[in-house]
């Protein structure tokens, strides 16, 4: 069984950055694509931003286009989110995702992965 293991959240004001840091555990395998998503008290899961295996391609929610960058470490098997200029409205439970996949395709939707993480809560202060 593959775990994807976030960590890197916190408690920081407006404005302010933080990197969430994603690598497997577990059974490994070569190849993945990897998805952030995040949930909000009362809210449903959404999508932030996923990463193809190939190419390294990127695709992002509306709201945390340029300022939120998804990118990976393949050495490490790590893949990060950088988040810049935080706002109240980004503080939710940011969950990592990740599918065995050796292709060029970016997976936007929840049901695509079939592994998850814990979560890591993100709390932006106003």
């Known amino acids: 069984q593959v775990q994807p293991v976030e960590s890197g959240g916190g408690l920081v004001q407006a404005g302010d950055s933080l990197r969430l840091d994603c690598a497997p555990s577990?059974?490994?395998?070569?190849?993945?694509?990897m998805g952030w998503f995040r949930q909000a008290p009362g809210k449903e899961r959404e999508f932030v931003a996923a990463?193809?295996?190939?190419?390294?391609?990127?695709y992002y929610q509306d709201s945390v286009k340029g300022r939120f960058t998804i990118s990976r470490d393949i050495a490490k098997n790590t893949v990060y989110l950088q988040m810049n200029s935080l706002k109240p409205e980004d503080t939710a439970v940011y969950y990592c995702?990740?599918?065995?996949?050796?292709?060029?395709?970016?997976?936007?939707?929840?049901?695509?992965?079939?592994?998850w993480g814990q979560g890591t809560q993100v709390t932006v202060s106003s």
């Open positions: 577990g059974r490994t395998f070569s190849n993945y694509a």
């Open positions: 995702a990740l599918r065995v996949d050796d292709s060029a395709i970016v997976y936007l939707r929840a049901y695509e992965y079939p592994y």
């Open positions: 990463i193809s295996w190939s190419g390294g391609r990127t």
